[in-house]
């Protein structure tokens, strides 16, 4: 039987970071402070400090995996060859799910910004197919568009940022009572709100097998770019709380958009919107090009259709797993409102986070990294805020993933009467 391509090794330390960057800046900063405002109030400051800190195991853990196993599909493919096939499949099923969610919201928050009233979903499925497109002729045209989007998102932020500094201070109240006021609970789940915001760096280590020096690469690349994400994220955070208040983030459904306009710089109004708009590309981009390379991990071993396994002959790339999420995608861009998916999106991310911390917990002392009481922190970090998510995002997590040991279940009886 002839062998199918191999994807190419063309992503240096910096590509990599950029793509991560990609990734969380734009899903988190444009998405996520209205919720946890919601849930916590101005606590939704502990609660980042929360999603910090839980992040910062999750990427120890995925980066010392990484080193080890340097291939495409992420915790996919630690958990099968650390726990087992069915940790393996809990992991890619519910990243593959819970982040194709997560395309069709980032295309939809793109055309809110971007579109004409009345055409954000035409908009939104152009942006689909334009950066399917982009990912299909080669990784390495995926890392400069990535460079592209996350300069001019940053310099968006920016001048959100100076604008909130120009605003008369007292809105903000950082008080011991205010931070409390909503109680532990309401940290908490603002903090897997905001864990959404992070989850960009797995997508480094799902492309481990297209990166350059894996063992080196991906650590390195995940760790700065989790940092510059934890600075840029609390530097947002404490300027919209402080130009807005607690209860006028949570009312708003464009914080940092509001925020400008109460310092009075009309003329910053446009540049936020590009600035929002290019994140939500940026982090759709990413998000397709990560749940392509864990699709193929997945059907490399056959828990999704085989076909799915093929690459590029040219551009060496997952191009049939692509195609078929931009087909599942653009359906939801046009049949269901997803915008308000961030609580199943962290619901499965935080699983996909747990199998992780429990893979890199199980690694022998001569591949590990960090202390394995980093691991157990993430592992059970992972399992509370699980539990403290909204209600409907927890349902509906918890029936797609009985949708795929039902899907893997039977796959497997017909591979077994088929042999």
């Not at 990784?139 to 932020?157: D, F, K, M, P």
């Not at 699709?295 to 396994?309: F, H």
């Not at 060496?316 to 995608?329: M, T």
């Not at 691991?375 to 409907?392: K, R, W």
């Amino acid at each position: 039987m002839t062998s199918q391509p191999s994807l190419s090794r063309r992503l240096g330390l910096s590509d990599a970071v950029f793509i991560g960057l990609g990734s969380m800046i734009g899903a988190g900063v444009f998405a996520a402070f209205t919720p946890a405002a919601r849930a916590a109030g101005s606590g939704l400051l502990i609660g980042l400090v929360v999603a910090a800190i839980v992040a910062f195991c999750n990427a120890t853990s995925s980066a010392q995996l990484a080193a080890v196993y340097p291939s495409s599909g992420g915790t996919y493919v630690y958990g099968r060859e650390r726990l087992g096939p069915w940790w393996g499949f809990l992991a890619g099923w519910s990243f593959v799910i819970g982040k194709i969610a997560s395309c069709a919201a980032m295309a939809l928050t793109f055309a809110a910004y971007a579109a004409p009233a009345g055409w954000e979903r035409p908009v939104a499925v152009a942006a689909v197919v334009g950066l399917a497109a982009v990912n299909y002729v080669g990784v390495t045209r995926t890392a400069l568009v990535t460079r592209i989007i996350v300069v001019i998102s940053l310099l968006a932020l920016a001048v959100v940022v100076a604008a909130g500094a120009s605003v008369t201070p007292g809105a903000g109240d950082w008080s011991g009572g205010a931070l409390l006021s909503h109680g532990g609970y309401g940290i908490l789940q603002s903090a897997g709100l905001l864990f959404f915001a992070f989850a960009g760096y797995a997508r480094i280590a799902t492309m481990g097998e297209e990166v350059r020096d894996p063992s080196r690469t991906i650590p390195l690349a995940i760790t700065i770019a989790l940092a510059i994400t934890v600075v840029v994220y609390g530097v947002i955070a404490v300027t919209v709380l402080g130009a807005l208040g607690a209860t006028g983030v949570a009312a708003s459904t464009a914080p940092l958009a509001d925020t400008v306009r109460a310092s009075g710089w009309a003329w910053a109004g446009p540049l936020v919107r590009v600035g929002a708009a290019a994140a939500s590309l940026g982090a759709l981009l990413a998000l397709i090009a990560g749940i392509g390379r864990t699709s193929l991990a997945m059907a490399r071993e056959g828990d999704l259709p085989r076909w799915l396994a093929a690459v590029h002959p040219r551009f060496r790339v997952p191009h049939r797993a692509e195609v078929a999420i931009a087909v599942v995608v653009v359906t939801l861009v046009l049949t269901i409102d997803l915008r308000g998916a961030i609580g199943f999106s962290s619901f499965g991310v935080l699983l996909y986070y747990f199998v992780a911390n429990l893979a890199a917990l199980s690694q022998p002392r001569e591949q590990r990294r960090y202390p394995r009481a980093v691991q157990v922190v993430g592992a059970l970090a992972c399992l509370t805020l699980v539990v403290t998510l909204p209600a409907a995002g927890i349902v509906v997590g918890v029936g797609v993933i009985l949708v795929g040991v039902a899907y893997r279940l039977l796959s497997r009886r017909a591979s077994r009467r088929g042999a």
